[in-house]
């Protein structure tokens, strides 16, 4: 009885610190953009497979690799945004856990940068359609990563050069040079 697993630790330990058991701490990210950048992944994964099974159509071997690895663009990305689309694959939990560690600049990263490669390979309207859903995908995340605004308020300071904390933070930082040996 006195023996806890791992996760009852970690479930334990995010009570003490505030959060009901289960819940990740807050990143500052609304809940209305976590939804939109997870529909919009979901959203152009399943057009990048869809345009990759289009491009599948051709005789040309490039646009049949460009196809393909549109398909797998858009399938990675919906394994990694919606695992309840893949219950069926038994692999997909610790993928899924995996994903959610992820920061958001590194799913920005892992979305939009494979995507360039299909139009590069056969420039088409079909595989520009599925990538450029994913370069927005890696976009939406890049702009969380980027973080929110700072107020209004405090944009006009900095704007007019009146910032005093920026100024005492450089003020105490500067180094003073060491006379030279002669």
């Known amino acids: 009885m006195g023996q806890t697993t791992s996760g009852q630790n970690f479930a334990a330990s995010m009570v003490s610190q505030g959060h009901p058991a289960g819940q990740k701490p807050d990143d500052g990210v609304t809940w209305w953009c976590k939804i939109l950048a997870t529909t919009c992944c979901i959203v152009a994964g399943l057009t990048a497979m869809l345009t990759g099974l289009f491009r599948l159509l051709t005789f040309t071997p490039l646009c049949l690799v460009a196809g393909i690895l549109l398909m797998l663009l858009g399938f990675g990305v919906i394994l990694l945004e919606a695992p309840c689309c893949c219950q069926f694959l038994d692999f ?40 450029a859903l994913l370069i927005a995908s890696g976009v939406v995340y890049g702009l969380i990563a980027l973080g929110k605004k700072a107020d209004r308020d405090i944009m006009l300071s900095r704007a007019r050069g009146d910032d005093v904390e920026m100024k005492e933070t450089l003020i105490t930082n500067e180094v003073t040079p060491v006379p030279a040996n002669p």
């Open 92 to 131: 997909i939990q610790p993928i899924s856990r995996f994903s959610e560690r992820r920061s958001y600049w590194q799913k920005a990263f892992a979305y939009a940068l494979p995507a360039f490669i299909p139009p590069i390979l056969c420039f088409s309207v079909t595989t520009m359609c599925g990538s």
